[in-house]
């Protein structure tokens, strides 16, 4: 695997549901066509030059050595670290990464620092033997191999990932499912309980719309849509005692 070096590693994110984060892998083999925002501001930011290059990630080297100096220094204001925003950190296929993820997570959580993972690869169970304070999380917007292969063409099988983390959660760990970017019925016909049924030993769940897709916007009641599956899933999450989080403009109907 090829790596880079870099000069900094944890940041404060602006997302709604983070605090800081870490991306100690630059692209992802997983390929995800929604499109992915993370590869569209990479490239447009002239980082990356190609959906190709983004699909040979590049591994930080330096990672635990940058996280050495950045952990005193920030560890007073961290609440959290989330692994990761623009690359995943179990990516399919590649113990490099996953090794290097729970190196930097074991360091976070010597100084007394909460992690969330969020992965559309499988959660190792290795994650078990940690702070029980951490998430671990996986991405999962269909049951449907055929439009997993076609949206998420590099990522694991959803049963793998539904297996991983169903493992974590009867071990004692935390654990979340976001169902993000949800796709709207012009791009798959879907039953979302049948989805949520599937993960409803679960902690929390996030649930947020498709962006940066035409197709969504051609789709003339699609805010009837996300309004209506986001009380789905506050519906489903209310009886079960399952914690949730509808992000930000998913709901949009008057």
Known sequence: MKTITRK???????????????????????????????????KRFGQIKSYEEWCEPKLVSNTLELL??????????????????????FMYGYSEVEEMSLAAINKL???GIRCTTLTKGISPFAL???????????????????????????AAPYKMRINALKRLHDAGCKTWVSIEPY???????????????????????????????????????????YSEKANEVICFCEKRGIRYHIKNKTMTEE
């Open 183 to 225: 796709p709207t019925p012009n791009l798959i016909e879907q039953n979302l309980e049948t989805l949520l049924e599937a993960v409803d030993f679960t902690d929390r769940i996030i649930f947020g719309r498709t962006n940066y897709n035409k197709e969504i916007t051609a789709y003339k009641d699609h805010k009837h849509f």
């Open 128 to 154: 078990s033997k940690l702070s029980k304070e951490n998430e671990y999380g996986i991405t999962l917007i269909s049951l449907d191999e055929q439009y997993r292969e076609k949206m998420e063409p590099g």
């Open 109 to 111: 959580n010597a100084a």
């Open 8 to 42: 900094s590693m944890l940041y404060q994110t602006g997302v709604e549901y983070g605090d800081y984060t870490m991306n100690h892998v630059q692209g992802c083999v997983h390929g995800c066509k929604y499109p992915c925002y993370a590869y569209l501001m990479k």
């Open 68 to 89: 050495d100096k950045e952990i005193p220094r920030l560890k007073k204001k961290i609440k959290s670290v989330q692994l990761c925003f623009t690359t995943d950190p």
